[in-house]
């Protein structure tokens, strides 16, 4: 069945350094793309998405690019913010849309 | 008010005890979720229901059963609680009828079972 793989953590970075989280899939067809974002005691929120191969999804700094050819939607931040220090979920939905499958979150520590 | 709305937001429950955690959605969607999430398991779907006459298993539906009693309401039960059973559970409603596939959630439910 389908389903997420993304980097295990902590990662752990200063302040103002460069964020990589890597994320692959295994699905049929042309799954739609998620990252979504939880910070400490609360609930998941969608932080950038794709539809569709080559699309690259953007919010708050953070950027992803469909990659089809290597099955990847890696996460990438130029400079990190203490703020960011949250967990990270890698998630899609396959082409019959029937629910999102999540990676099992990357934990992501940025200090001062 | 909240989009999606759980409720408790905690309990503590005792081993062998039936406890029900309860959703309510004001997003007028018709596909509703469970989710469980464990430390380093990331979220798991455990029901989901595409309207009112549909019901679905998801990857961990043992041990659980849910009840939608409205396309506002989809609640999840545990006929008897285990201690693995501990964790935090999510409920969540979306419109997939076409891309971007908006997805909602509620704010959670921590429940441990003792």
């Known amino acids: 069945g389908d389903s997420v793989t993304q980097m295990e953590g902590p990662v752990t970075l200063s302040e103002e350094a460069f964020l990589t989280i890597n994320c692959t899939y295994t699905a049929t067809g042309y799954p739609s793309l998620f990252w979504y974002v939880q910070y400490p005691g609360e609930g998941l929120q969608l932080l950038l998405k794709?539809?569709?191969?080559?699309d690259k999804g953007s919010n708050k700094g953070f950027e992803a690019t469909y990659r089809k050819e290597t099955t990847s939607f890696h996460l990438e931040k130029g400079s990190v913010q203490v703020s960011d220090s949250a967990v990270y979920f890698c998630a899609l939905v396959d082409q019959a849309g029937t629910a999102l499958i999540f990676g099992k979150g990357t934990t992501l520590s940025v200090s001062s | 008010d909240a989009d999606v709305t759980q409720t408790p937001r905690n309990r503590i429950t005792k081993t062998g005890k039936r406890i029900m955690l309860e959703c309510s959605q004001t997003?007028?969607?018709?596909?509703m979720y469970w989710y469980r999430q464990d430390p380093g398991l990331g979220l798991r779907l455990i029901y989901y229901s595409f309207d009112v006459k549909d019901i679905n298993k998801g990857e961990i539906s043992d041990g659980y059963s849910v009840s939608r009693q409205a396309q506002a309401k989809f609640s999840l039960s545990l006929e008897s609680a285990i201690p693995n059973q501990t964790a935090l559970y999510f409920c969540a409603t979306s419109d997939l009828s076409r891309p971007p596939y908006g997805y909602t959630f509620g704010s959670g439910t921590r429940l441990t079972v003792v």
């Open positions: 794709a539809t569709k191969a080559d």
């Open positions: 997003k007028g969607h018709d596909r």
